[in-house]
């Protein structure tokens, strides 16, 4: 699986290859809630894993596609060229907030750590 998702990428028939990582964009059913396209990763041996569903980023009628898209705690942002047949994905942003909650609310609600603390697990609400 591709570790390092950020470069400049040969675009052709929705394949995004270079020196490090083979990439590529495929489309969902028209029937799901999701996003149209996700992107997933072909390893040496040509299967694949899957990495995330591609949300449009900026939307116009240019040659020039723009997607947001997270993997791992990372944002990244995918724009592809089709006249050049190029595309770059950069990292925007790294995600905080998901591991600041999970803790917050795993110490509020008493969580796997008992150890020092005053708070009932939750089972321990049902024993009763």
């Known amino acids: 699986m591709a570790t390092n ?5 040969i675009f052709q028939q929705g394949y995004l ?8 964009i495929k489309r969902r059913r028209s029937e799901s809630s999701k996003p149209q396209f996700y992107l997933v990763s072909i390893n040496q041996d040509e299967s694949e894993d899957y990495i995330s569903s591609l949300y449009p980023h900026q939307v116009d009628w240019s040659i ?3 997607f947001q898209f997270d993997f791992g705690n990372d944002y990244y942002l995918l724009s592809i060229d089709e ?5 770059e994905i950069k990292k925007i942003g790294v995600k905080k907030a998901r591991t600041e909650k ?5 110490d509020e609600f008493g969580g796997k750590r008992r150890k ?4 009932p697990f939750l089972a321990d609400f049902f024993k009763k």
Do not use: C, P, T
Not at 17 to 24: C, E, R, T, Y
């Open 5 to 9: 998702l950020s470069g400049n990428y």
């Open 17 to 24: 290859k270079n020196n490090i990582n083979s990439l590529q």
């Open 64 to 66: 020039h596609k723009h």
């Open 83 to 87: 006249w050049d047949n190029v595309a």
């Open 102 to 106: 999970r803790k917050h609310w795993g």
């Open 116 to 119: 020092g603390s005053e708070k």
